[in-house]
């Protein structure tokens, strides 16, 4: 048994050295990702992927796989799980009903909170806080609704505000190598 | 009366107010009477990215203020839709909503469950219908042919949309741009992602995918896209000008939305009305053709 154990260790340090196998597991703890073990990596996710599709590195069923087998920094620091475009093929077409999207979002919360976000993401949140949208309501653009007689947008936004602060998101850094 | 609160989102606002414009009078045309919420901000669909929680709770505030008022939702953007009609699912989770409840009580508000919300496309197929609209038709569009793009989020998760569309194979707005007279064109890519959701993090991501869109509607006599979401707008008008000068391409299709073409089928002033003036690539053509 103790033979066993160290062998399996040896080998660990020796061609896995970065594994941390409990990684499944830790993503697992999150609802929206439940599923994950459903998956068995038929790849119909990837097939289905736009993205994968123009660019083979971001890579749905391999990054599960990745998942499952404990891959933790090399998934969390890669710059490659921001790359979805959210459009839902692969949680449509699987035939285990993974969810993938929900399961990459755990994955990309966990990142964030290690110091990985995307400077876009994260200065988005900024600009939620101060005008309730994704943008400024200082743009040309903007200007011009008065004379297309359009409403006014509200400046403001305190309730918005206070709830996504209750969230901590505000205090998420963006990653030093800004992707 | 069909009475909405009329759910703008972030891009329609700021960057493509011809947009809503031209859905305010569709709607005041159809007797959709639209209600202004000026609480009403971001959907929370971004912000999933950083932290699930503030994406669940941004929207569930939303949804709360049109309860507050008595009244569903109708959106603009398709990702608006989608969000909140993922929210929507979510909630029905009773250990969800009492979490989401106990926040959104410190700002006032509760989440009870009752209220829906559909993208303006789905409520002029749905509860205008496409015979009332092609009563409605006063000009001739016959001779446009238009590719119809739907949007990722009009579509997908299905289970969010109660099974309204079947996501591989749309049909809605292929019927709803036939209702206006104008030919919908089929073509390979249909389904094909604008990639709008990585553009901030990735813009050479979108050019491949707009120009694949683009690279397939080239040699199929096409006088414009017809979308409906104001993402995808930017992608496939503003990315295309982009692409034309850093690839050296020469794109120059008209990118129109929903309603701006059904304005223009039942006698709306292009310019006054549908705001085609402040498109990117205008669709002068198109006016010349059926005006």
């Given at each position: 048994m103790n033979k066993i154990q160290k062998t399996t260790e040896i080998k660990q340090s020796a061609y896995f050295p970065e594994l941390t196998p409990n990684f499944k597991s830790e993503v697992l703890t999150?609802?929206?990702?439940?599923?994950?073990?459903?998956?068995?990596?038929?790849g119909t996710c990837s097939a289905g992927c736009p993205i994968h599709e123009v660019?083979?590195?971001?890579?749905p069923k391999k990054l599960a796989k990745m998942v499952r087998l404990g891959m933790r920094k090399r998934v969390l620091s890669s710059p490659y799980i921001w790359y979805c475009a959210t459009c839902h093929n692969c949680e449509q077409r699987c035939p285990q009903n993974v969810k993938f999207f929900n399961i990459l979002n755990v994955l990309k919360n966990t990142a964030a909170k290690e110091g990985y976000a995307p400077t876009a993401w994260v200065e988005q949140i900024r600009q939620v806080i101060k005008t309730g949208i994704v943008f400024s309501t200082e743009d040309n653009w903007v200007k011009k609704r008065e004379e297309l007689s359009l409403p006014s947008l509200k400046e403001e936004h305190p309730k918005l505000k206070k709830i996504i602060e209750s969230t901590c998101i505000d205090k998420i850094k963006p990653r030093a190598d800004s992707v | 009366m069909n009475r909405h609160a009329l759910f703008l989102g972030c891009t329609t606002p700021t960057k493509v107010p011809q947009y809503e414009l031209a859905s305010r009078w569709v709607c005041k045309y159809f007797e959709i009477n639209l209600v202004d919420i000026e609480e009403f901000g971001c959907c929370g669909i971004n912000q999933v990215n950083l932290s699930i929680e503030a994406g669940l709770l941004m929207a569930a505030s939303n949804l709360a203020l049109a309860e507050d008022k008595r009244l569903d939702i109708l959106t603009l953007c398709a990702a608006c839709a989608g969000a909140l009609a993922e929210a929507i699912e979510k909630l029905k989770d009773k250990s969800t909503k009492d979490r989401v409840n106990e926040k959104l009580r410190e700002v006032n508000l509760e989440y009870k469950g009752s209220v829906k919300v559909r993208h303006i496309s789905r409520v002029l197929y749905e509860d205008i219908g496409i015979e009332k609209i092609k009563k409605e038709v006063k000009r001739d569009l016959s001779g446009l042919r238009a590719a119809p793009h739907y949007g990722c989020h009009y579509l997908k998760p299905k289970s969010a949309f109660g099974?309204?569309?079947?996501?591989?194979n749309p049909r809605t707005l292929h019927e709803l741009v036939s209702a206006t007279g104008a030919q919908p064109v089929k073509y390979e890519t249909l389904n094909l992602c604008c990639g709008g959701k990585v553009f901030p993090v990735s813009s050479d991501l979108v050019y491949s995918l707009v120009q694949k869109k683009l690279d397939d509607l080239a040699?199929?006599?096409?006088d414009a896209m017809v979308l409906q979401c104001q993402t995808c707008y930017l992608m496939y008008s503003d990315r295309q000008k982009e692409i034309n000068q850093k690839y050296g391409e020469q794109y120059n299709l008209p990118v129109l939305f929903y309603p701006q073409l059904l304005g223009l089928a039942i006698g709306a002033d292009p310019v006054k009305d549908l705001g085609l003036n402040l498109h990117m690539i205008l669709p002068d053509k198109i006016i010349a053709k059926v005006i």
């Open positions: 999150h609802p929206d990702a439940r599923g994950l073990n459903a998956c068995f990596s038929c660019f083979p590195e971001y890579n | 099974g309204f569309e079947e996501p591989d040699d199929k006599e096409i």
